[in-house]
């Protein structure tokens, strides 16, 4: 059983920056595809980054790229979302998902990030 706790989120102004963190236990995250995805109210939940296993190939949702950046501090077995130049609708509940194979799937709780205009 792994747990997700995510920190770091609040409010920032438009064009601020805020630094996400996903601590795990459990197990070591080097053995999941590690990603963070949002949702506002009344939408559904869209993916914004992922992290292969080897902690270096990456991806992208085209509304971040060039302004969020993934990583894996395997020292502290956490997962980092650094935003930079945030946006009003950048705002959402942002959650931490591990996945390992087709059945393995956990989520943390979310945390909030409001970016005001």
């Known amino acids: 059983q792994v747990r997700l706790l995510e920190s770091g989120g609040g409010l920032v102004q438009a064009g601020g920056s805020l630094r996400l963190s996903c601590a795990a236990s459990?197990?070591?995250?080097?053995?999941?595809?590690m990603a963070w995805w949002r949702q506002v109210p009344g939408k559904e939940r869209e993916i914004v980054a992922g992290?292969?296993?080897?902690?270096?190939?990456?991806s992208y949702a085209d509304s971040v790229k060039g302004r969020f950046t993934i990583s894996r501090d395997d020292a502290k077995n956490a997962v980092i979302l650094q935003m930079n130049n945030l946006k009003p609708e950048d705002t959402a509940v942002y959650y931490c998902?591990?996945?390992?194979?087709?059945?393995?799937?956990?989520w943390g709780q979310g945390t909030q990030v409001t970016v005001s205009s």
């Open positions: 998902h591990a996945r390992r194979g087709l059945d393995l799937h956990y």
């Open positions: 459990g197990d070591t995250l080097y053995r999941y595809y």
């Open positions: 992290l292969h296993f080897n902690g270096q190939t990456t």
